[in-house]
């Protein structure tokens, strides 16, 4: 790295907090994120949009087909060398068409049409939950980066007053060179730790941003009673079913299942042939004049009576039902080891928890008096130092992976249990 991006790059890590203060800021807690996620949403918005277009199916399969009305007259009568002779001397003929739909096949398309939509209705909640379970991982996990953040700032700025008054001894011949060149090391891994939180904090702000589409930096409000909250005692078999129960995909594949059945009753229903009824007035081209005449058309179902297309159908039904299966089998899967590693996340959380507490911060601010007096080594201050940061890295990890094990059960059972 060349000196001139070497101090762009610490003037830019240094002056973060001042951009980040200077942008618009949005303070939020859970609650009010989810407020926000909800009314701008646009992938809400668009799935709302799939549910209004197939409700709007269900009105199109209750309409009857329209009446034909066909009306025939002489464009060219040549014994009388007369064009458009459809006067009482001339032609004309019309007839009036309606289809009349048999077997109840109207009726199973509008039971197909309701079933899709209420697969479009879960559609939706199978995406809100989804996105609801990425909303709230990164929050917490935008929170436990801006801590760590914070505790990198405050021991940045101690190294660097460090660096500078071990320089001056330095360079006085009081100390050895090797003392400040340790001190530097310390420093650079530090800056590196930080640049890497920073860029995921950075990639947390804008998954953020895109999921409750504002423009602002997103400051996550929540204490550590928001976190214990996560930690409740839910037996495994009530997580199992209640996803059986509540789950948005298992849900859709059933209805899709009872859809594919429906096409399957559809498609025996068209055996039955639909009726054509008629009535016709004829001027001059039937056997009397001014003839009117009635009749039916009727297609014999003798040759095709849509073998192919039940057959087709009756596979589709057994293969919804060996992919329900599946899911099913899936889910059980899923949520049983989910549920393992919730319990792992809450053993881990509670053991660094009780690891870290104030006198932490108590001890490194002595460690650095006493390395400052000389009273330390470096190597013992720089070994603490790196233990004390391994401690609040390892805490803000557990916090995270705790919130995100007990929203992944929340997303796997289709219920906030948690």
Request: charged fraction near 20%; include cysteine; hydrophobic fraction near 40%.
């Amino acid at each position: 790295m060349s000196g001139v991006t070497g101090k762009i790059l610490f003037l830019f890590i240094f002056c973060f907090p001042a951009m980040v203060t200077a942008q618009d800021t949005l303070r939020i807690n859970i609650r009010q994120a989810d407020s926000i996620f909800l009314q701008n949403s646009y992938y809400l918005l668009a799935a709302s949009m799939n549910i209004e277009g197939q409700n709007a199916l269900v009105i199109q399969a209750k309409l009857y087909p329209n009446a034909v009305l066909t009306i025939d007259f002489n464009a060219w009568d040549p014994e009388n060398n007369k064009i458009l002779h459809a006067g009482k001397t001339g032609q004309k003929a019309i007839q009036l068409e309606q289809l009349i739909i048999l077997g109840g096949k109207r009726k199973a398309e509008i039971e197909i049409a309701k079933t899709n939509a209420g697969i479009a209705a879960l559609e939706l909640e199978q995406t809100t939950r989804n996105l609801k379970y990425r909303l709230h991982s990164s929050l917490y996990a935008a929170g436990q980066q801006e801590f760590l953040l914070g505790q990198y700032n405050q021991q940045m700025t101690w190294l660097e007053n460090l660096l500078q008054s071990y320089q001056v001894q330095a360079d006085k011949g009081n100390i050895a060179l090797k003392e400040v060149v340790r001190l530097k090391g310390a420093y650079l891994k530090l800056h590196n730790d930080r640049s890497a939180v920073l860029k995921t904090w950075f990639e947390t702000q804008a998954d953020l941003q895109q999921l409750m589409q504002v423009p602002a930096v997103i400051r996550f409000e929540f204490s550590e009673d928001d976190i214990t909250r996560y930690i409740r005692v839910i037996a495994p078999e009530t997580v199992q079913s209640t996803a059986g129960e509540s789950r948005p995909d298992l849900l859709i594949l059933k209805q899709q299942q009872v859809l594919a059945n429906q096409h399957l009753d559809l498609q025996k229903r068209y055996v039955v042939p639909d009726l054509t009824v008629f009535s016709a007035y004829d001027q001059r081209g039937g056997a009397f004049m001014n003839q009117v005449n009635a009749g039916i058309a009727l297609p014999l179902p003798f040759l095709n009576r849509n073998q192919g297309n039940i057959k087709a159908a009756a596979f589709q039904s057994r293969e919804t039902g060996y992919q329900l299966k599946a899911l099913e089998n899936e889910v059980n899967s899923q949520v049983r080891n989910a549920y393992a590693w919730y319990n792992q996340s809450i053993s881990e959380y509670r053991k660094v928890s009780g690891l870290y507490n104030a006198d932490f911060d108590l001890t490194l601010k002595g460690m650095t008096g006493n390395f400052q007096k000389r009273n330390v080594s470096i190597m013992e201050f720089i070994d603490f130092f790196e233990s004390y940061n391994d401690v609040i890295t390892e805490l803000t990890r557990t916090r995270t992976q705790l919130v995100a094990a007990a929203e992944e059960l929340n997303r796997l059972a289709g219920k906030d249990l948690y």
